[in-house]
């Protein structure tokens, strides 16, 4: 169940053309679609606007240097560039990004995130085959299973 205090945000902030929005704790994901790079880039921009407005009068603030934006595309398709702005200072754009752990990059392609799972269940490997013999398997499971599962 919803907060009283966050249904009020819902219902203020939707008054902003987002195409969908999603929030946890302080991390906020915007998501637009559009037909051509430009209305997008309007919109986008023509939203920041009401959206640091939104947060002015709520008094909060964005940390301009931690935002960042992806177009999402499908490979060998050319995607023109756009320029967002907050308060005249330009976005960066990137080609991953992460959120809440999950890393999208912007042909929704798993790998930069297989990768990861990977860098943090390597070091891990020599440990486990040098125990294999002393741990039971439902030992070995209950420790490595969670750790794989983690981001």
Excluded at 21 to 37: P, Q
Excluded at 41 to 57: K, S, T
Excluded at 75 to 94: G, P, R, S
Excluded at 99 to 109: A, K, M
Aim: charged share 25%.
């Amino acid at each position: 169940m919803k907060t009283f205090c966050k249904q009020l945000q819902e219902a203020d902030i939707e008054s902003i053309n987002f195409t969908q929005y999603f929030t946890f704790a302080d991390d906020t994901l915007f998501v637009y679609t559009g037909e051509s790079e430009n209305d997008l880039e309007n919109l986008i921009n023509e939203d920041l606007d009401r959206y640091i407005g939104w947060l002015y009068l709520n008094k909060l603030k964005i940390n301009v240097n931690k935002t960042k934006f992806i177009i999402l595309k499908q490979k060998n398709k050319a995607v023109k560039n756009i320029n967002l702005k907050i308060n005249e200072i330009e976005l960066e754009q990137v080609t991953s990004l992460e959120y809440l752990g999950l890393i999208i990059d912007e042909y929704l392609n798993w790998k930069a995130y297989t990768n990861k799972i990977i860098s943090k269940i390597n070091p891990m490997i020599p440990i486990i085959y040098q125990c294999r013999n002393y741990i039971s398997l439902k030992t070995k499971n209950k420790y490595t299973l969670p750790f794989s599962q983690r981001t």
